[in-house]
């Protein structure tokens, strides 16, 4: 009998490891987040380290984290004035933009869609954040026949799992 597992990846990669569109920049007291860090004691407001670490022009979106029995973040404030707060910026100089994506200009409508670029990868670093990453055994008689980790979110996990498993009959 082959019996399909889905089970957490333990020991997954950082997204912010892979080649990305976005630099993260961020600050924690008790987190080390993003690409950079920086100290916010040598910053007088969030507007003054934007000056000062954010080159320009670039595509800017801030960094929210929500901190309570576990981390997430987001381009978009969470309700709870307490436990969560700005943490930082995700953004892309417009020269980076134009070199990766080929854009020769970069239009209103070019720079909403670098945008959502942008909270792709804001979406998935938080995934990460929040330990949602899987892996599927292959099993026959108890041994591991196939396996294979990394996947972001459950659902394909699970959906992987299933062709592999399928494969296999």
Same mark, same amino acid.
């Given at each position: ?47 003054? #380290? ?9 595509? #800017? ?30 953004? #892309? ?28 990868? #804001? ?47």
């Amino acid at each position: 009998m082959t019996i399909l597992q889905i089970i957490h990846d333990v020991s997954p990669e950082s997204p912010r490891e892979w080649d990305n569109l976005g630099t993260m920049i961020c600050n924690h007291s008790r987190y080390s987040l993003g690409d950079e860090s920086f100290n916010s004691e040598d910053y007088s407001s969030w507007n003054a #380290v934007r000056s000062f670490k954010i080159p320009k022009p670039s595509i #800017v979106l801030p960094l929210y984290l929500y901190d309570h029995g576990g981390i997430t973040i987001s381009t978009t404030p969470f309700s709870c004035q307490w436990d969560s707060g700005q943490v930082g910026w995700i953004y #892309v100089t417009d020269k980076k933009a134009r070199e990766e994506l080929g854009y020769e200009r970069i239009s209103r409508q070019r720079r909403e869609t670098i945008a959502r670029y942008l909270r792709g990868e #804001v979406e998935t670093y938080d995934q990460y954040l929040r330990g949602d990453i899987w892996g599927y055994q292959i099993l026959e008689d108890d041994k591991i026949i196939d396996s294979c980790y990394g996947f972001y979110g459950e659902d394909d996990a699970r959906e992987a799992g299933q062709e592999a498993k399928q494969g296999r009959a």
